[in-house]
């Protein structure tokens, strides 16, 4: 760097071209350099050209100096008011991402996102070539992932990567101002809230009909096999008593005679009790506490937390999966389907400076 601010003090008047001077740095070093070069270019009557992957620089840039290199076509970004004020509200590289892809994806956060991937996986479905690595995926986490203390790094990591307090809708159709041709599909969580499908504009809202998606997934009988593959039936019966009276407390209330009805049912009629009786619990929250019990009383490490939960689709049997998440693999294999995500790639954040 030293020998770059030596060029632009020794070479008035010049051209300088750098490939990404804030590689390496932190988010406060990364505004710093771009400011210092700025400001040394301006007072010396040069011009520097600057390639960066960094969007707190192309936040700097945004006002006057961010053009966008993209398919071969520059873009001066800072002279065109509407995409400047939208891009200040949301950051430069949702435009970038969402202009290479064609399309957002909302999700409530990644964990949602590991789930329909095992999903994907588990019913050899078409839409899994595509969403595998997330190279062909744009994907915006919504504001429910606001950080908060106790937090682990995975989601502390959603959390950043979202843009908080704004709806799926909001920033939809912020973006779709500036790119018309932009489509949108939002997937998210009903958490009782009677959420129903809607469609407009280029924005699909397709809520899950049960609480959350871990409603698909969550059962006793996986749970307990999980259980039994872990601990190799070390403490099957214990698992069983725990999990017994975490059905009793948290499913049936603590209705002796109710919960009996259901134990005492054949497997295909517990199934169906399980699922009417759970449709609006949040059936991640049973399956954690389950696991903490277990290592509770086992003395041993908790099994699975709410991230992990994606692990226990591997043991899904693919007949019992509800058609359900097939229509919403269908509805992520339609959105890639119709647009440029199905070609060879561009980085998502590859933008130039001029200042």
Known sequence: MLLILAHLYSHKGSVLLIDEPDAHLEILRQQQIYSLLRSIADRNGGQVLMATHSEIVMQEALDSHLTLILDGQADDLASKPA??????????????????????????????LAMLRAFADRL???????????????????????????QNPDELLDAVEGAFGQKA???????????????????IDNDNRGLQPT?????????????ELENYVVNPDLLIEWVRQERADLFIDQGKEILDQLIL????????????????????????????????QKLS????????RIAEATGTRILLRKSDLYRLIERLDPASIDPEVVAKLDAILKLLAANRTLQTPIHPNRAHRTV
Do not use: C
């Open 83 to 112: 995409i400047k004020e939208s891009l200040k509200r949301f950051g430069a590289a949702h435009y970038v991402r969402a202009r290479e892809t064609g399309h957002v994806l909302y999700l409530e956060g990644s964990t949602d």
């Open 169 to 187: 809708r909001e920033h939809f159709f912020a973006l779709r101002n500036i790119l018309p041709e932009l489509r949108g599909l939002e997937i």
């Open 124 to 150: 050899e479905h078409p839409v899994g070539d595509l969403i595998t690595d997330g190279a062909h995926l744009n994907v915006y986490y919504l504001q429910d992932n606001r950080p908060v203390a106790g």
């Open 199 to 211: 469609a407009a504009g280029g924005f699909e809202r397709l809520p899950w009909k049960r609480y």
């Open 285 to 292: 929250l049973f399956a954690e506490e389950f696991f903490r």
């Open 249 to 280: 407390d948290q499913i049936f209330d603590g209705n002796i005679a109710d919960f009996n009805n259901y134990s005492q049912a054949n497997p295909s009629m517990q199934n169906t009790l399980w699922r009417a009786q759970t449709q609006t």
